[in-house]
């Protein structure tokens, strides 16, 4: 049976590694696996975190607001056959653009256009310019970050894909917290040869996908 990685056994991997299992140390692991956790979702874009969902645009408001776990907008599509299921018969993309240009672009959010861009209004909802004035179907792609695990929640997206990058970016952050400076380029290295490692495998994965569809296509 492959070995995957738990809330529990990550756990006692942090305190095997580190040598400490003092009351102290061990009630801040909770911490360093949260900060870990975090490291990796931050630093990480790979297929396995990206999700692709479907809404529809509020008429006369801009805003719209993020999925919860909402890290990093990949792409932003909107269909303009208004009424239907999902209506993408003609797909627009908004390009992501800063909230100053959209702002600049179309500064009386009360007056109402086909959208034309997309920005980060804040960390919780997107900014739509022109304002919509049609409930447009959109279809949005972005990097979330995974359901944390804790004592509540035993495993992930992370510990079942890389397990080796969520322990090496706990170790990280363990050795932040012990001032452990000799460990710290040690883990850091560990924690970028496996995140070169899967950003390459997927980027492989990529490549492909792409070499296979157009194969196809060709043959049409």
């Not at 909770?30 to 008429?59: C, E, N, S, T």
């Amino acid at each position: 049976m492959a070995f995957v990685l738990t809330y529990t056994s990550l756990v006692t991997t942090i305190e095997d590694y580190v040598k400490r299992t003092d009351a102290t140390f061990v009630s801040d692991i909770p911490l360093f696996i949260m900060l870990g956790q975090r490291r990796v979702a931050r630093d990480l874009k790979i297929l396995g975190m990206r999700v692709v969902i479907d809404g529809v645009l509020i008429v006369g408001n801009p805003l719209l607001r993020k999925p919860t776990r909402w890290f990093n907008t990949s792409t932003f599509n909107i269909g303009t056959n208004i009424g239907t299921a999902i209506g993408f018969d003609t797909i627009v993309n908004l390009p992501l653009r800063s909230y100053e240009f959209c702002n600049t672009y179309w500064p009386t959010p009360t007056d109402t256009d086909r959208p034309k861009y997309v920005s980060d209004f804040d960390f919780n909802s997107w900014w739509i310019s022109p304002t919509p004035d049609q409930a447009y179907p959109c279809r949005i792609a972005y990097y979330e970050v995974p359901q944390l695990i804790d004592n509540t929640v035993s495993t992930n997206f992370i510990t079942e894909s890389c397990p080796d990058i969520l322990i090496y970016g706990c170790l990280l952050e363990t050795a932040s917290y012990l001032k452990d400076d000799d460990r710290v380029p040690v883990w850091q290295q560990y924690y970028k040869t496996a995140q070169d490692a899967l950003t390459k495998e997927d980027l492989q994965r990529i490549y492909d996908n792409f070499s296979k569809r157009t194969l196809l296509d060709s043959r049409v």
